[in-house]
């Protein structure tokens, strides 16, 4: 049965409707053929004039609406949108902010596909503000139009003229998209882009984003073929969740770089004021960039030197950069630059230090950086570059020149020329001086050689390419699995349940060790003592040394209240320790807060570490995680990582990596290393137990207590949400956890039991071997053309397919357990939702030894229930004629099913709403 929605002229749609019009208005935005001007005049000064202006440039329709204007600028003026006589695909609005929502409802039964909202006005002056921009949302939700602004500079399009912009001129054409929440920063930018001949495929202020957001514009830019390169300027970053998808997706293809500002209390403060939205967490944020593959940058000439350096040059595969230089002064400036930003400086190997002494003067530096002296010919400058690109211990090469008598900068740079397209090491260079260089750069810059001022800027250069290297690595870097047997979510949330049934938030020391056992995370064992002599009773049984701790339902710090006595070695001690601590906390808080004590071994581990392992809420991005160095001192040493659930192996291990505790885990001064492995995964199940508990608002353990023996949390604090809140209203994820919703059993027609769940990124070896089991027909049907095994098996591949984001796909696999237990994938179900979210495509692959059993009708009624759940209109799929297995399947599940003569394939289709 189809849906049938409501527009605002009274029309009915179906969803499948609502899905066109949604992506025809988005592209009506910033591909429109035709603009309408509401508010367009000829007065002096006033914005209307300057869009009117700057639309000259555009090649399309330009109409000007305004009452009381017969024409603007020699055009005619219409008095309503209405009165237009053909069809507007977008509306740019600069009247006053009062009138905006009458003027949307107009364009929407106009039938106008979108609007960009220039005026001012709104949320950023308060609650008044706000209740407008409501009115407009509420509209253009209802009719599918998609809305930029309000409060904003305007949009260029420089492939078709497009200036709805209130700047003085269009930006130059180019392959980088800008993005900016700042009006001011644009004209800004856009006049040190003509200083810097920078040009723009796009050029978009988004204002105060009501409607389209950083996840629309990354998914939109990075299917456009313009732009090369994706750059923002970020205040806020609105919905987290539509901006790490899309991220996400974009950035293995495209780089995107992003300044934030708000890195200081003070900035945030002045960012939430500009733009009526409260900033997040900076650190939080940059967890958040790391995760997915964004590179943040602190200048706005460093964002566009990156966005240069990236379209140029290949990515670093390490952080060692060679230098090669005519002067040891700047070498050094590069070399601090280099070192304080997280790069190194490359060790020269035997060989190139041998090759290097057979033609260099005797003066030369021996080392790295390479000075090849102030007389340094075009000749000398080339041979030891490709001495030292040559070098297996350098990723990286940044070449100095400083304008000296003997020095010809041109011919250098001519030299040099052909090293601009080494496979894989980038290649930066450095032409300090003025007029005397200009040449110089100029000849690089042609052969795609980035150049820079001053070479600590190029070093710096250097360390943010390796930065973003490493933020893509851990996007794609294959884990390993998960001991998912230690793991039990339904005790976990029926504890959780019956903390939130007596009205509580916080959990008791037992509670929360109870929880986290129930996720495989190692606790001390402990029990409760209501009284002193049940607290002996315990101890003997534990046996000496014991520590007791406060029992309490409402105290959250059990050290303040003088709630915790350690190494008690009898039963003297513990009946001493039991009413000490009744006597403290009834002095320091109340006596109804004491409900006993917890007695548990004192825990003595030779050589130990204490660790920290937390969660709090971020407002925008949802449960953040917390590693570090633990005890009393945690928020003296600030010794801490953050990072966003769900983990896995390799982004626990990056997280660790990212504190100086690490260096001592690994062993150091004789001291064995810690279980880092085991380490990991405890990593990993803390973050599920965060990522699918939604109420859990803090979660801490400190200590972790960590050494060669053994992992143990020694304490534990969790609070929930409070209880009055509905599940809508807790703050949304920022990534969607794994789906362990579709994770059941299934048996197959020959009795053989299977599980079905979804993908994994550790499943990468299973599908390897999942591969080699699959015929040439099998390969054939399901990618229309034949596709060697060494293809389908390598790791570039297989990561798109293991690593995927549930958000916008989802991936079956049906697992069976062999004699030994060992695991093995034979079939694999896919959807995808397209552009929009709206509709979706599947796909079916089955081992041939598992075909024929049920289990691809199976995994297409699954997917099928999928889509329904996602609020799907319909799901497609292309399959071949001969394939008549996977036809009459698709038919059994509901599809329809049609030849298509024109491509020669069989269309099947299912309407879900």
């Excluded at 919703?741 to 299934?746: A, D, R, T």
């Excluded at 071949?880 to 491509?903: A, T, W």
Aim: with cysteine.
């Amino acid at each position: 049965m189809t849906t049938i929605a409501q527009t605002a002229t009274g029309k009915a749609v179906t969803s499948i409707e609502a899905a066109i019009r949604e992506r025809d208005s988005f592209e009506a935005l910033f591909k429109p053929r035709s603009v309408a001007v509401i508010g367009a005049t000829d007065k002096e000064g006033s914005v209307g004039l300057a869009i009117m202006q700057n639309l000259k440039t555009f090649r399309g329709r330009v109409y000007p609406v305004n009452p009381k204007r017969d024409e603007v600028l020699g055009l005619q003026a219409y008095p309503t949108i209405a009165a237009v006589p053909r069809q507007v695909d977008l509306a740019v609005i600069v009247t006053p902010a009062p009138t905006v929502p009458g003027i949307v409802g107009e364009c929407i039964a106009a039938n106008v596909k979108a609007a960009l909202i220039i005026s001012a006005g709104f949320k950023e002056i308060g609650p008044e503000g706000a209740a407008l921009e409501q009115q407009i949302l509420a509209q253009a939700r209802r009719a599918h139009m998609r809305i930029v602004g309000p409060n904003c500079l305007g949009i260029m399009n420089t492939r078709i003229g497009l200036n709805a912009t209130f700047a003085d001129r269009i930006a130059k054409p180019g392959n980088v998209a800008f993005i900016s929440q700042s009006g001011a920063l644009c004209t800004a930018v856009l006049d040190w882009s003509f200083r810097e001949n920078v040009g723009f495929s796009y050029f978009i202020s988004v204002g105060s984003m009501l409607d389209v957001g950083w996840g629309d514009l990354i998914d939109y830019l990075g299917d456009d073929p313009d732009t090369e390169s994706i750059v923002m300027y970020m205040e806020t970053i609105g919905d987290a969740r539509s901006f790490i998808s899309a991220a996400r997706e974009v950035a293995m293809n495209k780089p995107i770089i992003v300044i934030k500002a708000g890195r200081t209390s003070a900035a945030a403060k002045a960012a939430a004021s500009h733009t009526g939205s409260m900033a997040g967490s900076d650190d939080a944020l940059d967890a958040a960039f790391q995760r997915c593959g964004v590179l943040r940058v602190s200048t706005i000439s460093d964002l566009f030197y990156m966005a240069e350096v990236l379209s140029k040059q290949p990515r670093p595969r390490g952080p060692r950069l060679t230098i090669v230089t005519n002067a040891g002064g700047p070498g050094v400036l590069a070399t601090d630059a280099l070192v304080l930003n997280g790069g190194e400086l490359a060790t020269l190997s035997p060989e190139s230090l041998t090759q290097l002494n057979s033609f260099l003067p005797p003066a030369w530096s021996h080392n790295n950086p390479i000075d090849v002296l102030g007389d340094a010919t075009p000749e000398r400058y080339a041979k030891a570059l490709e001495i030292a690109a040559a070098d297996p211990n350098s990723d990286g090469l940044l070449v100095i020149l400083t304008p000296q008598a003997m020095t010809d900068p041109t011919a250098t740079a001519a030299a040099l020329k052909r090293f601009a397209k080494l496979r894989d090491k980038p290649l930066l260079a450095s032409w300090m001086g003025g007029e005397s260089v200009e040449a110089g750069e100029q000849v690089l810059n042609e052969a795609r050689i980035p150049t820079f001022g001053y070479p600590d800027t190029a070093a710096r250069m250097f360390t943010y390419m390796w930065r973003y290297t490493q933020n893509l690595r851990a996007l794609y870097e294959t884990p390993v699995p998960i001991h998912e047997e230690q793991v039990n979510r339904a005790e976990a949330a029926a504890i959780i349940a019956r903390v939130r049934a007596s009205g509580r938030t916080l959990l008791t020391e037992f509670e929360s060790k109870r929880l986290l056992a129930a996720y495989g995370i190692p606790t001390v064992p402990t029990e409760v003592a209501e009284d002193e002599e049940r607290a002996v009773e315990i101890a003997e049984r534990m046996g000496y040394p014991v520590v007791l701790k406060l029992h309490s339902e409402t105290i959250t710090h059990k050290t303040d209240v003088g709630g915790v006595q350690l190494n008690l070695g009898d039963a003297r001690a513990v009946r001493d320790a039991f009413q000490q601590i009744k006597a403290s906390v009834s002095a320091r808080a109340k006596p109804e807060d004491f409900l006993g004590v917890t007695v548990q071994p004192m825990i003595k581990l030779s050589g130990s570490y204490e660790l920290i392992l937390g969660s709090t809420t971020d407002s925008q991005l949802g449960p953040v995680l917390l590693f570090g160095s633990g005890g009393q001192l945690v928020e003296v040493y600030k010794d801490r990582a953050l990072g966003l659930p769900p983990l896995n192996t390799t982004l626990a291990r990056r997280m660790m990596e990212q504190t100086h505790i690490y260096t001592a885990l690994k062993g150091v001064r004789g001291r064995r290393p810690v279980n880092l492995d085991e380490l990991e995964q405890i990593l990993v199940r803390f973050s599920y137990l965060v990522s699918e508990n939604v109420w859990i608002k803090e979660l801490d353990i400190n200590p972790l207590l960590a050494s060669e023996e053994a992992l143990v949390a020694l304490d534990a604090r969790v609070v929930l949400h409070p209880c009055e809140m509905s599940e809508a209203d807790l703050p949304r994820r920022a990534i969607q956890p794994y789906p362990t919703q579709y994770v059941s059993p299934f048996t197959l027609h020959n009795g053989l039991t299977v599980l079905i769940r979804p993908i994994r990124p550790e499943d990468e070896p299973l599908m390897v071997e999942f591969h080699k089991t699959l015929s040439e027909q099998s390969v054939y049907l399901r990618y229309f053309h034949p596709i060697p095994l060494s293809e389908r098996i390598a790791h570039e591949r297989l990561t798109r397919i293991c690593f995927i984001n549930y958000e916008r796909e989802i991936a079956l696999v049906a697992e069976m357990r062999d004699e030994a237990g060992q695991p093995h994938i034979i079939g694999v179900g896919r959807l995808i939702k397209l552009r929009g979210g709206m509709e979706g495509e599947f796909a079916i692959l089955i081992s041939d030894a598992y075909q024929q059993l049920g289990l691809g009708r199976e995994l297409l009624s699954r997917l099928v229930q999928i889509g329904r759940n996602e609020r799907l209109a319909r799901i497609t799929a292309d399959i071949l004629p001969e394939n008549v297995g996977m036809i009459r399947v698709s038919e059994q599940v509901g599809f329809k099913c049609r030849y298509d003569h024109d491509e020669g394939v069989v269309k099947a289709e299912i309407v879900l709403a």
